[in-house]
C-alpha cells in the first residue's frame, strides 16, 4: 500500500549481566556502602534505589568481553550525560573514583 521497505545496519547484541553474578553483587554491595555519600541524598532514596536496573543503551562495554556497563550517578539526581554543560559536583565525583577503585580491590582479591 505505501510502499515502504527497511534495512538493518546496525544489530549489536544486548549486554546482559545476570544481577546475581558475582560481579552485579559485588558492584551493589558497593554501592549501598556509598549511596549516602552522593549530592541530594536523602534516606527514603535508600530502599527505592538499591537494586541494579538495566537500562536499553549503547555503551562501549559491548565491545569488550565479560564485562560490566556500571552508571555511577545518582539517579535522584538530573541526568545531564552527553548534555551540553555536562557536569557533576566535585564530591560526587571523588565518590565515583571510591567507588571504581574499590571494585578494583575487590576484583583483584578474587584472583
Known amino acids: 500500500m505505501y510502499d515502504l521497505s527497511t534495512e538493518v545496519t546496525l544489530n549489536l547484541a544486548p549486554l546482559i549481566k545476570d544481577k546475581d553474578s558475582p560481579e552485579v553483587k559485588k558492584l551493589s554491595a558497593i ?9 541530594g541524598y536523602k534516606e527514603e532514596y535508600r ?6 536496573k538495566a537500562v ?31 557536569h557533576v ?3 560526587d565525583f571523588i ?7 574499590e571494585y578494583i580491590k575487590t576484583m583483584g582479591e578474587n584472583l
Open 31 to 39: 554501592w549501598e556502602r556509598h549511596i549516602d555519600k552522593f549530592v
Open 95 to 101: 565518590e565515583w573514583i571510591e567507588i571504581i577503585k
Open 56 to 86: 536499553g543503551v549503547g555503551t562501549y562495554a559491548r565491545h569488550i568481553p565479560n564485562t560490566i556497563a556500571f552508571g555511577i550517578q545518582a539517579p535522584w539526581q538530573i541526568d545531564q550525560c552527553h548534555q551540553a554543560n555536562e
Open 89 to 91: 559536583a566535585v564530591s
Open 47 to 52: 530502599d527505592i534505589h538499591l537494586a541494579p
